[in-house]
């Protein structure tokens, strides 16, 4: 059986700790995998192997770094096929949305190519008589990345790049249940010429993650996972002294109007909610329909989700793959059967559904649940799995409040025909990310993605022009070349003004 070892200081190192975990295809039931899990000290190691990376990384020129980053990019384009084969058989998605997750991360090593000019400072002449100001901004030495499961390559592709060209050195803590995927690609950057000990990957669990945590070397804790974590991420390594920005978990809504073009959003409502298996942080989990859509939009919603064909993430036919775990597969469930109990219509259910040949693996078919009271548990939790719940409400102002009630404000969409009504949504809903007839509004890689309230913990989104202010520091130099004709200023103990 495959092990996965860690990656420190440029190369494959076997685990020490004694410790492993198993890597299973959600396809079969399987276990295919074994990963190592790292020990406090082994994560004392690679930390130390980014420190002492950082005393010439940290120096490197602009020129030396957009230029291994730009191999990389290279390399990373032409091993798109492997990586995205890598994610289906550890994560189960189909291979085309693989593919699509390997895309999204090399938007951000796009961004991290152009650092040159992210990183310019700002220069200020004659703000006092032969007085210069400077604004610049520098590294912050070893920075860590903590990852969820469901985007094994591209969530820590919003990190490390960013980074390491910002001139940081990384230790990343993928996901131990698809870690190989991360692996890959640190070997990948190795190969573009990133010198050893910049990216380092220690795999584990709780262990690795509270060590780096309380690391005194570790500068700052970028995590992407569920709100719980998140917020223990956050309290944690703040508590330590570190910069943390922590995204958290989701339940994001979806406002039809009744004025919406009703085919286009079932299209993007069963795109939004059932693709990657629901399992996505920017997944449409709960559509809030106003006055007369509801029964229309519903009826739409079902005859298109009846006819997704879900099977192993490696057949081409397949448009929906299973769960990440069993455990995950049946907590998803008991939602579903649960959901009359509290008051839910059931339209759809999935809990009975299989694959013929692959009956271990976690296959669960797509659920929808309408008329969904708020107080229910299908409601209030993110599922994260296809269930797609519907909620009613009679005007604007009811579906609003019903978004905004909720504890999470990562993304959001709203349907419509009216410009007016979109408008006001923008502004007036709660949430770090809006769509206009756009179901998941992913920024692209020059802007920040982020989420508001329990979806984020910190100031700072991640990439784009917030990811490069969070891995570096601001500092600005105030300079005075006194001409030596000037007479000299003599001592004042007056508070320094600019004249
Ligand atoms: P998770 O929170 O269980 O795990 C995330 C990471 O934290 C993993 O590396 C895991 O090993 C580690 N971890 C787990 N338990 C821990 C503990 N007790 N102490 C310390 N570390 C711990 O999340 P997941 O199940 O891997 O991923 C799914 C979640 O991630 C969902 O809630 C989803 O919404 C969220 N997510 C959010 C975003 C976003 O951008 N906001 C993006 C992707 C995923």
Redesign the pocket.
């Known amino acids: 059986m495959k092990t996965v070892h860690h990656w420190i200081g440029g190369k494959s190192v076997e685990g020490t700790s004694g410790h492993s975990g198993p890597v299973t295809d959600p396809a079969t039931g399987a276990v295919t995998t074994r990963v190592d899990f790292a020990s406090a000290d082994e994560v004392d190691t690679a930390v130390a192997a980014a420190r002492s990376a950082y005393a010439t990384w940290g120096t490197s020129s602009l020129a030396q770094r957009t230029s291994v980053m730009f191999r990389f990019r290279a390399l990373l384009d032409e091993h798109r096929e492997e990586i995205a084969a890598l994610i289906t058989a550890e994560h189960g998605k189909v291979h085309s949305d693989a593919l699509g997750e390997v895309a999204r991360g090399l938007e951000i090593v796009d961004l991290a190519c152009g650092i040159t000019t992210q990183l310019k400072g700002e220069l200020s002449t004659e703000v006092s008589s032969r007085v210069d100001v400077a604004s610049i901004r520098q590294s912050l030495g070893v920075v860590a990345g ?6 094994p390559a591209m ?1 820590p592709m919003w990190m490390f790049p960013l980074a390491i060209a910002c001139g940081n050195t990384f230790v990343l ?5 698809d870690p190989s995927a991360s692996v890959r690609l640190a070997e990948l950057f190795a190969e573009a010429g990133l010198p050893d000990g910049v990216l380092n990957v220690v795999h ?3 262990v690795a ?2 060590r780096l945590l309380e690391h005194p070397d570790v500068a700052a804790v970028s ?8 917020r ?2 956050h309290r944690t390594a703040t508590g330590h002294g570190k910069r943390v920005q922590a ?4 339940k994001n809504h979806m406002l039809v109007l009744p004025d919406a073009d009703l085919d286009a959003a079932a299209d993007a409502a069963v795109s939004a909610a059932y693709g990657s298996a629901g ?3 920017m997944a449409i989990s709960a559509v809030v329909a106003v006055g007369a859509s509801g029964d229309a939009l519903v009826a739409k919603i079902k005859e298109r989700a009846e006819r997704i064909t879900i099977g192993p993430g490696t057949d081409p036919a397949s448009e929906m793959g299973p769960l990440i775990t069993k455990a995950h597969r049946d907590k998803v469930a008991s939602y579903v059967s649960g959901a009359a109990a509290q008051g839910s219509e059931v339209v759809l259910d999935g809990t009975g559904f299989t694959v013929e040949g692959y009956e271990d693996g976690h296959w669960i078919g797509l659920s929808l649940l309408d008329k969904v009271p708020t107080d229910s548990d299908a409601y209030r939790d ?1 599922i ?1 799995g296809p269930v797609l719940v519907v909620l009613r409400a009679e005007t604007y102002e009811e579906g609003l409040a019903i978004v905004n009630a909720s504890p999470y404000g ?1 993304g959001t969409a709203i349907f419509t025909r009216d410009g007016g009504a979109a408008r006001r949504f923008q502004l007036e809903v709660e949430a770090g990310m809006v769509g206009v007839n756009v179901p998941i509004p992913v920024p692209v890689g020059y802007h920040s ?3 508001w309230k329990d ?2 913990f910190g100031d700072h989104h ?1 990439y784009g022009n917030d990811g490069v202010h969070f891995y570096t520091r601001g500092k600005v130099v105030t300079t005075r070349w006194p001409d030596p004709a000037d007479a000299p200023a003599g001592v004042d103990l007056g508070f320094p003004s600019n004249r």
């Open positions: 903590i990852t969820p499961f469901n985007f969530v803590k993928p996901s131990e249940k584990g669990d709780k993650v509270d995590f992407v996972g569920s709100t719980p974590i998140a223990h991420i995204l958290g978990g989701a399992e996505r942080c993110e994260f990562n993605f982020g989420g979806s984020l991640v």
